[in-house]
């Protein structure tokens, strides 16, 4: 008897953890969706909010290895960039870069993205050296993936060429 109430509770707990995570995914995606409609209003300052949100969020849901996870810290480290709050949104992207990197090679895509926004974040904040060091890592990882001179590294190459124009 015991044993059966016990089993009976193990399962309406397990039943409750799996409604109350389909809740958190749901505020999770509303979350996204206000960060994106505040980014297309140039709110950028009122978007930090709701995205250091989906950053907590992410993590309870998916923990620190995800691909979430990653996108969540990507998005505030550009809000942060917007706002001209360069070392958090270093702080923000290297984080993203970390968990992409530990991806498999289906994620090269959001690796050099995160590459290059790291960078220009990096570029905006006097960091010359080190910008420079992310873009060329973002066209390495398509050049090791596509091979030199491919057309997916284009537009890695160009950003880097653009930064060297501006540094003269």
């Given at each position: 008897?015991?044993?059966?109430?016990?089993?009976?509770?193990?399962?309406?707990?397990?039943?409750?953890s799996v409604y109350a995570q389909t809740d958190e995914k749901e505020t999770l995606k509303q979350l996204n969706q206000e960060?994106?409609?505040?980014?297309?209003?140039?709110?950028?300052?009122?978007?930090?909010?709701?995205?250091?949100?989906?950053?907590?969020?992410?993590?309870?849901i998916?923990?620190?290895?995800?691909?979430?996870?990653?996108d969540a810290y990507r998005t505030l480290g550009v809000m942060y960039q917007e706002t001209k709050k360069y070392k958090q949104s270093i702080d923000s992207l290297q984080r993203a870069v970390g968990i992409y990197q530990k991806m498999s090679d289906s994620k090269h895509e959001e690796l050099?993205?995160?590459?290059?926004?790291?960078?220009y974040s990096q570029f905006l904040d006097n960091r010359k050296?080190?910008?420079?060091?992310?873009?060329?890592?973002?066209?390495?990882?398509?050049?090791?993936?596509?091979?030199?001179?491919?057309?997916?590294s284009f537009l890695a190459t160009?950003?880097?060429?653009?930064?060297?124009v501006r540094l003269k």
């Open positions: 008897m015991i044993m059966k109430k016990l089993l009976i509770t193990i399962i309406l707990l397990s039943v409750c960060v994106i409609a505040l980014y297309r209003n140039q709110k950028f300052d009122k978007a930090l909010k709701p995205a250091q949100q989906a950053v907590d969020l992410s993590l309870k998916y923990g620190e290895e995800r691909t979430e996870t990653a050099v993205l995160a590459y290059q926004i790291l960078a050296a080190e910008s420079e060091t992310n873009y060329l890592k973002a066209i390495e990882v398509y050049e090791n993936k596509f091979g030199k001179e491919s057309r997916e160009l950003n880097l060429a653009n930064i060297y």
